[in-house]
């Protein structure tokens, strides 16, 4: 069965996903996109709205990307700061991959080529990770924080790629 073939007959229980830094747009952009798609009468997923307040956090995350037909990505200036973020996308790209899902990247007061080359803003984000790594003093550690810091600058430099919407706030 390709991908394209599973997203069709997979049974979702989101329609979109949405994966945004919260400090950047959660008050703005992205609550009005989301109301805006409730409206519209989509099922979206945003954090604070469909996470049970007992339950952790991060399988539910990975789970909800899991399950969603669509995953919209709002890249903003301080996105790459977040290591959460950054492991959603992870996620999200490989739900593309393996799933079929539909992924929508906005580009919010973002240049699309800093975020695909983790120049501009992202530079200084992805320069504290890699501080990190050199930080840590146990071997394996330091290792696992290498190959994690290296599927983020892939994830974000094969989302930047995709075709999306470029949106200058100013």
Not at 17 to 34: Q, V
Not at 81 to 98: A, F, G, P, Q, Y
Not at 142 to 156: F, G, H, S, T
Request: aromatic share 8%; with cysteine; hydrophobic share 35%.
């Amino acid at each position: 069965m390709t991908s394209r073939e599973s997203s069709s007959s997979k049974h979702w229980s989101y329609d979109v996903f949405l994966s945004f830094r919260g400090e950047d747009t959660r008050n703005g952009f992205t609550s009005h996109l989301h109301a805006a798609l409730l409206g519209w009468g989509f099922n979206a997923f945003i954090d604070e709205d469909n996470l049970k307040k007992a339950g952790e956090i991060k399988p539910e995350l990975l789970r909800a990307i899991e399950e969603s037909r669509i995953s919209v990505i709002v890249f903003s200036k301080s996105y790459a700061e977040s290591r959460w973020c950054l492991d959603e996308l992870v996620k999200i790209m490989e739900c593309r991959e393996t799933l079929g899902q539909q992924v929508l990247p906005i580009f919010y007061d973002v240049d699309p080529s800093h975020v695909r080359k983790q120049e501009g803003c992202l530079a200084e984000a992805f320069q504290k990770h890699e501080d990190g790594i050199l930080e840590e003093k146990d071997d394996n550690e330091r290792e696992a924080k290498k190959a994690r810091v290296k599927q983020w600058r892939e994830a974000l430099t094969q989302a930047a790629n995709l075709s999306g919407h470029h949106l200058n706030n100013r």
